[in-house]
């Protein structure tokens, strides 16, 4: 589609739909939402710049192939659920780190996070091989 108000709309709605797939993807492992909810949200995002802008523009904005950010995603997903073994424990154990106390208390940093983060990675990965592939047809 070639029309102004898409192409304005667009490039202020993308921005806010990636912050808030970034909200779903950081409280997931504690509410609902996750990797999987924010790869979805993220995924639309940039399903709305393909249709407002085309798919060099969308091409140029990623600057890494989809297929490695899947990859990347799934080898993230392994290493948070292969932590639990190295140290004793079954596989996908949830382990935590407290990284220090601020004034608004502890940070605690966990496996589920990183799996989140692979899982979030693997699928708008696998999205936007898709979305780029439909550019083929």
Aim: hydrophobic letters at 55%.
């Amino acid at each position: 589609m070639n029309t102004l108000i898409l192409k304005v709309a667009s490039r202020l709605m993308v921005g806010l739909i990636l912050i808030f797939a970034i909200y779903l993807l950081l409280r997931g492992h504690h509410s609902p939402g996750g990797g999987f909810a924010a790869a979805l949200v993220a995924g639309t995002g940039f399903v709305l710049y393909f249709i407002a802008e085309g798919t060099a523009p969308v091409r140029r904005t990623l600057r890494v192939h989809p297929a490695s950010v899947a990859g990347l995603g799934l080898l993230t997903a392994l290493t948070a659920g292969l932590l639990g073994p190295l140290s004793g424990r079954p596989f996908l154990t949830g382990l935590w780190l407290s990284a220090g106390n601020t004034a608004l208390g502890a940070i605690e940093l966990g496996t589920p996070l990183l799996f989140d983060v692979g899982v979030f990675l693997a699928v708008l990965g696998a999205i936007l091989t898709v979305l780029l592939a439909l550019e083929e047809f």
